[in-house]
T-cell receptor, first 117, second 112 residues
């Protein structure tokens, strides 16, 4: 069974600085998807960024980028120029690629990010 | 507006009193799923449905029931709630085979 581990329960960063959130996963599959979700105090789950395992290029979305290391099964999220609105819980998630359209997401425990002015 | 709705958003109940949390989506998605979120555990899947009348257990199905009589609706039923079901619940939907899931706003359930 696949597992996702986020080893940093809490992180903090100064406004305008850069922070990296760690995520490792375990799987025997070769094709899969990885995601970072943001959960602000409103509790809404917001998709930040996604990565297909068959793509070697790291995904980027504005100030958010990932460092995807397939062999090491590592998927870290880098937030550049941190803003107060980035303060939230961040979840790393894994999804199998196939299995007849099986869309189950497997989540890590989350990392709570605080942004200080 | 494409969205997943859940009701109620907040619920406080007592042990043993049957309750239903509704979930509805307006995107014609085949796949719907329920997750619960607990501190230190992230989100875990309770049940999922691949289409109307097709449901299956996720990782933590004990104490829950679901039904899928219409494509847009996927209610979560707790027939005899217990305090260990106090949690934050999310409904999600997507097209089958598509990676992006849409989440509802969450339901905070407290069982006394």
């Amino acid at each position: 069974a696949q597992t996702v581990t986020q080893s940093q329960p809490e992180m903090s960063v100064q406004e305008a600085e850069t922070v990296t959130l760690s995520c490792t996963y375990d799987t025997s599959e070769s094709d899969y998807y990885l995601f970072w979700y943001k959960q602000p105090p409103s509790r809404q789950m917001i998709l930040v960024i996604r990565q297909e395992a068959y793509k070697q290029q790291n995904a980027t979305e504005n100030r958010f980028s990932v460092n995807f290391q397939k062999a090491a099964k590592s998927f870290s999220l880098k937030i550049s120029d941190s803003q107060l609105g980035d303060a939230a819980m961040y979840f790393c998630a894994y999804r199998s690629f196939g299995s007849g359209g099986y869309n189950k997401l497997i989540f890590g425990a989350g990392t709570r990010l605080a942004v200080h002015p | 507006e494409a969205q997943v709705t859940q009701n109620p958003r907040y619920l406080i109940t007592v042990t043993g009193k049957k309750l239903t949390v509704t979930c509805s989506q307006n995107m014609n998605h085949e796949y719907m799923s329920w997750y619960r979120q607990d501190p230190g555990l992230g989100l875990r899947q309770i049940y999922y449905s691949m289409n109307v009348e097709v449901t299956d257990k996720g990782d933590v199905p004990e104490g829950y029931k679901v039904s899928r009589k219409e494509k847009r609706n996927f209610p979560l039923i707790l027939e005899s709630p217990s305090p260990n079901q106090t949690s934050l619940y999310f409904c999600a939907s997507s097209l089958v085979g598509v990676d992006t899931q849409y989440f509802g706003p969450g339901t905070r359930l407290t069982v006394l």
